[in-house]
């Protein structure tokens, strides 16, 4: 099975800064590679797909890079409806999500 | 709009039996493969199981396998989830989600139920 490793687990930012996520496949997934970002009490919300590619409707200060066992997601400026936790899933083989890195004031 | 909404979800006692539901509405749902994901109580994301468009191709979490079933009804456009065996360690809100592309199985999940949550308990 593939694992999948987020860091940090969490996060203290301010609005307005610039926020990196990583997550590190335990062998080469290629780019298949989804963030989702998930509030309180609701379902997750699909950011990036295949790595680097915005989903429809997402504010372009989310970006994605990587591929083969290496991702980040950043955030270039942080604002007050991005307080979430943040899962990165990869889809090479199954699915597999990371354990999630909250990103908190 | 694009919308799921499961159901089925309550409280059993270990060992008992329990189908969750997902209807599907707004797409043509016969033309996406279908997961199940499940979190637990303060808790990660989980993949639990899949569904091909067709019905024809499942897979599963080894958490699951061989004690919970999915399935769709294409002409109901609807994704089920047959859960015998329960355990307390399944314990946790149950979401169904749609795959970003038609058609096909491996890819990102773009659209998700608000969950049902399934507490096993004695």
């Known amino acids: 099975d593939i694992q999948m490793t987020q860091s940090p687990s969490t996060l203290s930012a301010s609005v307005g800064d610039r926020v990196t996520i990583t997550c590190r496949a335990s062998q080469t997934i290629s780019s298949w590679l989804a963030w989702y970002q998930q509030k309180p009490g609701k379902a997750p919300k699909l950011l990036i797909y295949?790595?680097?590619s915005l989903e429809s409707g997402v504010p372009s200060r989310f970006s994605g890079s990587g591929s083969g066992t290496e991702f980040t997601l950043t955030i270039s400026s942080l604002q007050p409806d991005d307080f979430a936790t943040y899962y990165c899933q990869q889809y090479n083989g199954y699915w597999t999500f990371g354990q999630g890195t909250k990103v908190e004031i | 709009q694009v919308q799921l909404v499961e159901s089925g979800g309550g409280v059993v006692q270990p060992g008992r039996s329990l189908r969750l539901s997902c209807a599907a509405s707004?797409?043509?749902?016969?033309?996406?493969?279908m997961h199940w994901v499940r979190q637990a109580p303060g808790k990660g994301l989980e993949w639990v199981a899949v569904v091909s468009h067709d019905g024809n191709n499942k897979h599963y979490a080894d958490s699951v396998k061989g004690r919970f079933t999915i399935s769709r009804d294409n002409s109901k456009n609807t994704l089920y989830l047959q859960m015998n065996s329960l355990r307390t360690e399944d314990t946790a809100l149950y979401y169904c989600?749609?795959?970003?592309?038609?058609?096909?199985?491996?890819?990102?999940?773009?659209?998700w139920g608000q969950g049902t949550m399934v507490t096993v308990s004695s």
């Open positions: 989600a749609r795959v970003l592309i038609y058609y096909e199985t491996h890819d990102a999940f773009d659209i």
């Open positions: 295949k790595a680097s």
């Open positions: 707004e797409f043509i749902f016969s033309s996406y493969a």
